[in-house]
Structures are given as C-alpha cells and as structure tokens.
C-alpha cells in the first residue's frame, strides 16, 4: 500500500518536473501550469488551483471571423459553435444536456475574431465525463442537416437583437473601410445577408468544420479543483490520441499596415445623442509584439477616463458627455478604438483634429515615471482577473489565442516589463498619426 | 414571510483581536488569495426613493466612489484606484445597495485612506452629478430605444408591482434623473447611509490593524443618522392578464411575463418553485424545457428561460448577481427575441404548457434530477470572494446562514410530493403581465383580440412529432385580458 502510494507520488513528481512552469517570481502566472502537447501537435495544460469546489475547462480552437475568407459565408466559425451543441457522435443533444445537468454543469462558448472558446464549469466529480463529452464534439461532431437549419434561425435572431446598437453599426461600418481585403472587415457575426443565407449553408460548414477544427488548432485547458494532474493528462492524451493530424494548407490572411484614413457619418433620427468614433490602425500582436503593447500603452495613457484629453474634451471643451476606448488583443493588425458619446456643443467641433493636436503636443507625452504606473497598473488588472478557475482559463485562453502558446501570458508581461519610452515614441510616430485617423459620425441629422 | 436584519450570522474571526468586534462586522479568512474583497452593504434601496427621486440610491453611490472629495479632485481619486486596478461596484435594488469592492493586498492601506475621504467628506460637486446624470440618462435612453430584451423585463416588473415600492426601477428614469442635484444627493446620503443600517463582510489577507483601522473608519460614518426602512405593503395582484404591447418597428419581439409570488426564499415554498423555474429554462443555459421547445426543436430564437424570483445577470457571467433580496418576489419567463409573425405561437406555447404544468405538475424524475442539479450548480454562482460575500448577505436577508448550504438545505427539504402541490400553487395564469417589445404589435392585438390562428413560421420544416404538437398548441386559447399599446417614444417621453 504504502509503495503504492510513493509510487504515485513520484509519478505526480515526474509530471510536476515535466511539464512544469516555475517559479512564481519568473513568470507573470502566479498558478502552477503543467502543459504537454500531444504527438498530433495538441495541446493541454492543467491548472490546479486550491480552495476551488469546481472544475473549468476552457477549449480554444484558433478559428474565428478572421478565417472566413470565403465571399459570402462570413459568420461561420460563430455559426459553428452553435452547431457545436447540437450533438456528436456519441452524444446526442439530448445526453450532452443529460451529463452536464447531473454535474452542475454551465456549459458556454464564444467566438471572437481570431477564436473560438468552449467552457465548462461542473462538480470536479465529473471531470472524466466531461472531458469525453467535449472530445467527442470536438472530433465528431454530429452536424445534422435538420439541426442545422433550425440553429441558423438562432443565429438569426441573435442577429437581429444586436444590429441596432448604435456601436454596432458604427463598428460594422468603419471596420469595412478600416480592414477593406482582410478578414477584419466583417463582424462575428458576419454580414446581414450571409446571415439570412445561412440556411442554405449546410455543405459549408461541414467544411468548415473539416478545415478549422484539427488538433494543431486546439489548446484545452483545464483549471479547479484536480487533485492529480497527472492523471488529467493521460486521460486527455488517451482521448485524443485517435485525432488525426493531417497537415493541409490553410487560407493566407495577408495582414496589412497600410495606414489608412477613413471618413464618414451615419445619420439616424432615433439615436439619443449623437457620437463619434476615431481609430487607428495598430499592429498586431503576432507580427509585432512589442509595438502593439506599446499601442495599448498609449490608449491607456491618452484615452482613459482620468487622462488630461479626455477631462479637456468633457469638462473643459463640453464636447463629449463620456468616452470609451479599446484596443483587442489581435493577431493581425487592427486598432485602437476611441468612442465619445457627444453633447450638442461636440456635434460641429473639430474633434479629430483636437485629438490628434492632444497626441502631438509635447507636454502631454508619456514620462518614464507614467510608463511603469501604467506597467504596474496592466500588471495588478489583470493578476484581479484571476479570481476564479474559469476566469483564470479565459484570460489564459485570451493570451494563448495568438500564437498557440499556453505561456502567451508569462511573454506578454515579461515583454511589457522591457518596454521603453523610445518603443512608445516609435509607436505614437508610427501609427497614431492624421494619414492612420480613421473617423465614424452618427448624428441624428 | 419573514425579513431578519444581519447581525452577527458570520463566523467573525479576527486574528490576535482584543477589540470588540462591532455587530455589522464580519471577516470571513482567505489567506490563499492575494485578493482583498469587501461587501458593504446597506438597508436601503429604491423602494423608499421619492416617486420623483427614482434612482437617487444610485445616482449618489456612483457619486461618492467616482467623484471628488472635498481634499481631492476626481482625477486624483481615479488615477489612485486605475494605478492599483481596484475593483468597485455598486449594486442598487429595492430593499438593499451595495458597494463591492476588490483589491490586491498590497493596496489596503491606500484603499482604506480613498475609503475614508470618499464616504465622510464627498463633495457632491454639481458640475459632476451633471455630467453624471446626462451619462444615465443616455443609457436609460438607449435601453429603451435599442435594448428591447431588458427594457421588455423593466416593464414587466413596473406593471407587475403597480403603485406598489417595487414598481419604480432602482435605476431611475430619464425624467427622474434630469431634476436631481448634488445637494439632493448630498441630502440623500446624510439621510439614508450610516453605521446604523450597514452591514459590511471582509475576506482576504487583511491585517489585524488594517481591520481595525477600517472599523474605525465605519464607525464615524454618519453615527447619528438613524435611517429607517419601512415596512414594505403587500403588491396589489392584477386582476386579469393585462398584455402590455410596446412597438419599436423592429422584425424580431422580445417577450417577457411574469406573475406574483406570495413567498420569497426565506419560505419552504420557495424551493419547489425554483426547481420548477430551474426544470423551465435556467437563465442562458440549454437545459430548459422552454429553450428545448423553442429553440433547440424549432428554431425560433437566441434563448428562453424561467426565474423563480427577481433575477439580474452578473455581468458577462450567465449567473445570477448578488444584492437583489426582495421581500415581494416573482416568477418570470423571457423569451428572447423571435420573429413578429411568431410571437402569437410562442405564448400559446408557453401558456399551453403552463396549464399542463398546472394540472399535472413536474413528473418526479424531473423533478429530483433538477433539484440535484441546483445542488451543485449554485457553487457555480460566485464569480469570485467578494460575490460569494455578498450572496452571504443576500441570504442572511432571508435569516438563512451559511450561503451555499443553505440553499442545498432548502432544496433538500420538500419531498416530491408536497413539492408537486407548491408547484401547482403557484403558477397563476390569470393574474399576470405579458410584455412584447417589438414590431407588428397591431397584428398582435388583433390576434389577441380575437383568438386569432397563428400558425409558426418555420426557417425549416422540423418534424413530424414537433409538428403535431404544434397543432394543439395552436388551437390553444390565448388567455383573454387587457391589452395596453404604446411605443417606444410614449416611454420616452413619459420618461
């Protein structure tokens, strides 16, 4: 017995020294990762986390609206994740709903431009179920014709309760003028006229699926409760070891830099206050990584709530009534988003050439000293996030996205860590400039 | 029904602690957390707010944590909390508000010092409250204009509690708002936030003297002020089925209905109902047997769920938020936007299996596998300490300690039996509000009016055994009632 029990021990030991990422005060991830990337280039991290009562899993598949290049079916990878509860092989609807529900389970997913994640949460009892349950769809899924059509209609209707967001039409439109020939361009959710020919789509996204979901494409990650990690890999690699990885070429998405300068207005009678929108085009992260932490170094020095631009514009100008800014965490290049809710007085106002003045004036130039409060600022936000085993799988997810790398989030902050004042006056010299100002009106007339 | 006020339900532990340890104190250890979390709570809400004062509650909390004080401006307070990513919220209901808060342990003593500079000399400023009433009055602008789904559960929650405290919306309305000034606000927070009617619970690695010094913060706060919470009068009950039917020209109807509850979660009562809403469509799950209907077998829409009491989402998260406890509660159902043309079929749908539930209950099967999944899905809840914090306090408004297992208690304490019984009892399908948000509502009315047939239009054909049910679910009466038309401008107006 107690041979058994030393056995299991170094074996637990073994994996710790395997698959580990240490320590603490090397790396940003303050949880211990034990990570292995199967033989059909899969990856799996396990994340113990103490004190937790649950379990989470968090499955990142690289496909979102970025790898929809072909005319005429944008929205699919989100169309698809619909379809990714609807059944697999060994696992009806009807089961999948039957196991989750015996464990507590919440089951959900998303899809962003350059991915798509499936979660659960559940008893940490149902782990081995569970685990099969998602392998299942992840590899065989059913994709029933009658299934299919009837899930367009959800999609449908998501469709229908965001296109009237002011934001979102505002985002819609400057995104097509701003990313004209990447796959940027479109929503998630793809165009309207995409959507509403979603029925018909039903060979596409058996192809779809076919292309996109493959195992050097997939991370799982799995956080809570686990008392032997080491069994949670082998499961997995036992799971997934008849998931074959055939190497087939993927479409090219050409990223692009060239700065760009769009104009317009939107005019829409309804909308309570008018608003506009002024972006511009950053790198992104997988082709350069520093100039695009520097670019979201910038946004939060220049953009947030509290910074000299945005109280001249609210309180000094009356121009604005509130602002948003956002910069996504993206592999290709996309942008920094600045979006001001105007007051009467803003609707006339040179508002761009204002910003654009804020930016180029010298007195209000990122110091040293602001850079590492904005460091340390990035570094206590995001450690905040890492309250739970799903929400610490969704931030990892979310770093993890870019390049298939689980450890995404210890190069984010050891790169954030080595970023000087010349690569934010390179970044603000580069991009944040009249020929890369792009900017969106909505005014009521 | 009974309302216990918190004191003392908490474990109260303090290391080292020869100080008395107020009543509305509470520290709950979690040392392997670097991650400070503190619920403050207060027995106030917008159930006591001036008919012309809705949504002072939070109008003056969000004033206090985001504006200047009289030492420090605004911009100082907020590069402060932005340097040290300290997280603050507030959650205003009917019977309670709260401020939560979470921060890295390294940031105590900076918080307590904003703490106490914000919540004992808040400057109230006019040209901020200005500026912070146009913000909310732009978003309650946009949520009626753009945000049918949630604009269409205000409504039903207004009608459903006419002239009662509860009908007035703990966020206020646009014309409330635009007539409120710093001095209101001022006057508000003297009046209505002490000691006296707070509770406050604290987890993480806090110092014996940080503790203290946090008490002693507290305990100056407006000590002579002695806010009272009257007693709340029991809702009048509709008479009929009142339709309440707002067009916003839109091609798609967000719907939603809902009906009294004579019991709340401190009554056993409660439980059977929450498996019954829980076994309907707990809230964006597929589990439901609403979403199996009408999303999962037809395709109709995003999503269709059951509340088994007043149900906000926390956040992004598909959970209930904590700080909602109410005295007076209601079992609801939303079913999210559909196509105009299928909002006739979806509450002949609805109704058809609400009387079947009525009639027959929930079969014991059901019945045992939904309570079990509540079981363990409520340790799913909080999203972190400072949620699981404040569902404690929740749960001690309702004189329960001990949140989760309470609630698994509660659970666990109805046989199937009785529990069938409860669920028959409380489905009343003839005093109740229906709300459609969406276009076409004249053909609706008309529908409505006279029983009209509706028959489901299908993106695909689904199958035979779906499409036989759907012929007696067709012949299936609307409920006759009162019918209300607005538009969107009406509310807009009016508000």
Sequence with gaps: MLMKKRRKLSIAILFALCFTVLPLNATFFPYLMYEKELPNHMRIVVVPIRDARTVSFATLVQTGSRNETDHGYTGYAHLLEHMMFRGSENYSTEDRVNLLYRYGGDSNAFTSMDYTCYTVSCDPAGWQEVLALEADRLMRLSLKKEDFKAETGAVIGEFGISEKYPSNRMDNALRACMFQGHTYEHSVIGYREDVMNMPDGYEYIRDFYKKEYRPDKTIMFIAGKIDRPGDVLSKIEDLFSGWTYEPAPLPTIRPSLKPVSCQDTLYDASIPAPRVKIAWKIPGYAQDRLGHIAARILAEHYFSDNSPLMIKLRDEKKWISSGTYSVPLTIDPYWISLDLVLTEEGVGAAIGDYVLGILQDSRYTLKAGELESLKKRQFYKTHMQLSSPSSILRVLADYAHIKGDPQEINHYFLALERLEILDIRQCKENYLTRRNQSELWMLAR | MKKILISGLFLILIAGCDREIPAWYTYIPHESSPVVSVSLRFDTGSAIEPEDKKGISRLTMMSVLEHSTKQTPRSEILKELNDRAISEQIIVDTDVSTFLFRLHKDHVDAWLSLLEQRFCHPAFAEHEVDLLIRQEKERLENKILYRSEDFSRDVLVEKLFSGHPYAGLPAGYPYTLKKLSGEDLKAWWEQSFSVNNMHIAVSGPVSPDQQDRLIEILSEFHPRSHPSFPELPQPDLP?????????????????????????????????????????????????????????????????????????????????????????????????????????????????????????????????????????????????????????????????????????????????????????????????????????????????????????????????????????????????????????????????
Excluded at chain 2, 246 to 253: A, E, Q
Excluded at chain 2, 424 to 441: E, P, Y
Aim: some cysteine; proline content about 5%; aromatic content about 16%.
């Design chain 2, 239 to 495: 008479d009929t089925i009142h339709y309440i039917l707002i067009d916003n020209g839109s091609d798609v109807s967000a719907v939603c209905l809902g009906w009294h509850l004579p019991f709340n979660r401190s009554d056993r009562e409660f439980y059977p109902s929450w498996i019954f809403s829980s076994y309907l469509g707990e809230h964006r799950t597929f589990y439901g047997h609403l979403m199996k209907e009408l999303r999962v077998k037809r395709g109709f829409n995003y999503g269709d769920y059951a509340y088994g009491e007043h149900f906000v989402q926390n956040h992004y998260s598909v959970f209930p938020q904590p700080g909602h406890p109410r005295l007076y509660q209601y079992f609801s159902i939303w079913i999210r936007p559909l196509k105009n043309q299928n909002v006739p079929f979806a509450l002949r749908l609805v109704f058809h299996d609400l009387e079947n539930f009525r009639k027959n209950g929930l079969d014991s099967l059901s019945y045992v596998q939904t309570k079990d999944f509540l079981i363990s899905y409520i340790n799913l809840y909080a999203r972190n300490q400072a949620d699981f914090l404040s569902f404690s306090q929740d749960y001690a408004y309702y004189g329960l300690e001990d949140f989760p297992a309470s609630a698994r208690q509660g659970l666990d304490s109805t046989d199937y039996q009785t529990g069938q019984d409860m669920i028959k009892n409380a489905i009343d399908l003839h005093r109740m509000v229906v709300v459609v948000v969406g276009g076409d509502t004249g053909s609706l009315e008309k529908i409505l009016t006279e029983n009209l047939p509706a028959s489901p239009l299908y993106t695909t054909r689904p199958g035979a055994d779906v499409l036989k049910r759907d012929q007696a679910i067709e012949a299936y009466p609307l409920p006759s009632g009162m019918i209300e038309r607005y538009g969107t401008l009406d509310f807009l107006q009016k508000h």
